[in-house]
């Protein structure tokens, strides 16, 4: 099994570590206080975090160490692997390539050199839903592999690549300091122009966890892609999260079609828009994605109508691997429900 599929299916039947989740925090301390008990209950070494409304930032917490070894404690500077919070960022490339008549979402992806054994017509939708999988557009089957074919998509629509899109249409104009393809592969890195030694060092360490739950050092992937491979900051990631929310980069159009769930076969209603995951709860729609990956792990949560945008990355597989994200279930996660209880239907977000 490859390393997306592994992912996707560790995520789809590994159980939350806790059964009660917790309490609503009434104050910004106590948020603060119950991300980092949370942080320690999932053996995670480091974790950066973010709470922002439009613009502003309600709180922001550097919690850990970014490196065991030496001790370096996390700072909002530390940059972290986003894992699959980069489909997001590549879901706004494509969608931006749909407003401007280079792509359509009904294109069969055979049209960009994409060859996939199907019983139907497999389009360039189905790829950004996750619904590419059996009848095309009939089921969710979240799959790393299947998404990062977007990078076909990409090259034949624009003659660039994925790394030198996003650099130019996200994070040069938002002028994100800290974010660039993984300095691990040389090949996207160099279009970001930056240092790549001066990047590695600035990351966090990796880690995975040993049988006595403890964390141990692992060595980062190499790879880049559609799918996964930025390395960004949770202030950098926030900032983007509100510009795309600002309008900045999509129609208030296709930025709607982007987050409204797909509908599948029977009419089902289905986890997964157009790069981003949908879940309501308690009446709230809430947009997010999970990334998970060799030693690391990241959690995105907007409420789009109040502006509200929370942000963590971690160094340890940890925040993602112990909980239901790969099928939907946002609030399998404990730190999705801290954020969730405090923020959306608690005190602090009112």
């Known amino acids: 099994m490859n390393q997306w599929l592994l992912a996707g299916a560790l995520a789809l039947h590994a159980g939350a570590c806790s059964s009660t989740g917790p309490d609503e925090a009434k104050t910004l301390a106590e948020f603060a206080a119950q991300l980092d008990h949370l942080r320690d209950q999932l053996a995670i070494p480091g974790m950066s975090a973010i709470v922002m409304s439009h613009d502003q930032v309600i709180w922001e917490g550097s919690l850990g160490v970014a490196d065991i070894a030496t001790q370096r404690p996390v700072t909002p500077e530390t940059q972290f692997h986003l894992a699959s919070l980069t489909k997001t960022f590549a879901s706004t490339i494509v969608l931006q390539l749909v407003e401007q008549g280079l792509v359509n979402l009904d294109d069969p992806v055979s049209n960009y050199g994409i060859m996939l054994s199907s019983p139907g017509i497999i389009r360039v939708r189905h790829l950004l839903s996750h619904t590419s999988e059996g009848v095309p557009g009939e089921q969710f089957r979240y799959n790393g592999d299947r998404f990062a074919l977007l990078d076909q998509v990409i090259q034949r629509a624009t003659s660039e690549t994925f790394a030198t899109r996003v650099m130019a249409r996200i994070v040069t104009p938002l002028a994100l300091e800290h974010t660039a393809p993984n ?21 966090a360490a990796g880690y995975g966890i040993d049988s006595h739950q403890q964390p141990v050092p692992v060595a980062y992937p190499t790879l880049f892609s559609s799918a996964a491979g930025l390395v960004s900051t949770a202030r950098d990631v926030a900032r983007y999260s509100t510009a795309l929310d600002a309008g900045q980069f999509l129609s208030n159009a296709i930025r709607t079609l982007a987050y409204t769930p797909t509908v599948g076969a029977g009419n089902k209603t289905l986890p997964y828009g157009l790069g981003w995951f949908i879940s309501v709860v308690k009446g709230h729609t809430l947009v997010w994605h999970y990334g998970y990956w060799t030693g690391n792990s990241s959690l995105i949560i907007k409420e789009p109508s109040r502006g509200l945008t929370f942000v963590v990355l971690t160094n340890s597989d940890q925040l993602s691997a112990r909980f239901k994200l790969g099928i939907g279930d946002l609030m399998s996660s404990t730190v999705a429900q801290a954020f969730v209880n405090a923020f959306v239907t608690g005190a602090l977000g009112r």
Do not use: E, K, T
Not at 189 to 201: E, H, K, L, T
């Open 183 to 203: 300095p691990l592969n040389a090949a996207a890195f160099a279009v970001s122009g930056r240092d790549a030694a001066a990047y590695i060092a600035a990351m």
